[in-house]
């Protein structure tokens, strides 16, 4: 269990529940240093003004602030670089792969956007294949949390992580899923217990999820869900599938199918001879060139509670 800043954090901004931790353990280690893009963030503010010695905006030059994060970390330092996901990931991709990853150094990329939830700024925002391409670097540790105690625990396990770690995160105020006491360490949470079929989903989805079971347990329908946050832990997963003897798993995600949680689990999934069904829900293997808000392109890609919805109950009729 982590020892968070304050006795609550449910009801913040997702973004101000990582920060405001990252704040807690940087008051008590002067060594812990925020690179960041030209990001910002209303509980970053708080950071910078009181650890100046401690925050360094580089600008828009992603690919030296890994090096400047790798020199950094070499130095002994606990680094947290922060920045659009689309760009603190694919941008600097050799830098990140070579410079931190063959090290296995200290330094924790956040990623700030996930998903689709800077529809309206188009193609170069949408952070829809980070979390495959983070996931296939052996050091990285990768982590996409869903409610603010979930997004704090973060802030706390990468902290305590030795190693390279990647975390992704969204904006915005949140309902609570984890009390702030779970045991992170587990990586995922069993939201809805277990049966023969279940739903998969980590960080946005993971509420959209849930609206869903709501509107299936209205028609007598029984489905359980899991929450994965941690994508490291995914062997631990598995044998909570077979115990259970999970059937059929539903995927729900806001990444391409190709490069989230239905393509990680079905790479472990092949090793097995039990099988389990997996039907995916996900944005196709395409680039997304359009512009709009969230909901408007989850109905365009076929991600809404509704048509979701529809689907999975044909699948289980």
Not at 60 to 65: A, P
Not at 208 to 230: A, H, M, R, Y
Not at 296 to 315: A, M, P, Q, V, Y
Request: hydrophobic residues 40%; charged residues 20%.
């Amino acid at each position: 269990m982590y020892k968070f800043s304050s006795n609550d954090v449910s009801n913040k901004d997702l973004r101000d529940a990582f920060f405001d931790e990252l704040y807690f353990l940087g008051s008590k280690n002067k060594n812990l240093i925020i690179l960041t893009n030209d990001m910002d963030a209303f509980a970053l503010k708080k950071f910078k003004d009181e650890f100046p010695k401690q925050f360094i905006n580089m600008g828009v030059v992603e690919q030296n602030i890994i090096n400047v994060a790798s020199g950094l970390s070499s130095c002994g330092k606990i680094v947290y670089v922060f920045g659009i996901a689309s760009f603190v990931t694919f941008r600097c991709y050799e830098q990140i792969k070579f410079n931190i990853c063959s090290r296995n150094l200290n330094v924790t990329i956040v990623g700030m956007g996930s998903g689709l939830s800077f529809g309206f700024d188009g193609p170069t925002h949408h952070s829809i294949q980070d979390i495959m391409a983070m996931n296939i670097l052996p050091e990285m540790k990768v982590l996409s949390p869903s409610d603010a105690n979930n997004t704090a625990a973060c802030a706390h396990i990468s902290y305590h992580y030795q190693g390279p770690n990647y975390i992704k995160i969204d904006k915005g105020v949140v309902p609570k899923i984890y009390n702030k006491t779970y045991n992170f360490d587990k990586g995922f949470k069993i939201v809805k217990p277990l049966g023969k079929n279940i739903i998969l989903s980590t960080g946005h989805m993971t509420f959209k999820s849930i609206e869903i079971i709501k509107k299936l347990e209205q028609k007598k329908i029984k489905i359980g869900l899991i929450d994965i946050f941690n994508f490291n832990l995914f062997k631990s997963l598995i044998s909570i599938l077979f115990k259970n003897r999970v059937k059929k798993i539903f995927v729900i995600e806001e990444n391409a199918s190709n490069s989230g949680i239905a393509a990680i689990l079905s790479n472990f999934l092949s090793s097995y001879e039990n099988k389990i069904i997996i039907e995916k829900f996900a944005l196709p293997n395409i680039q997304v060139f359009d512009y709009g808000s969230r909901e408007w392109l989850h109905d365009k890609f076929g991600l809404t509670s509704i048509k979701i919805l529809k689907k999975i109950e044909k699948k289980l009729i």
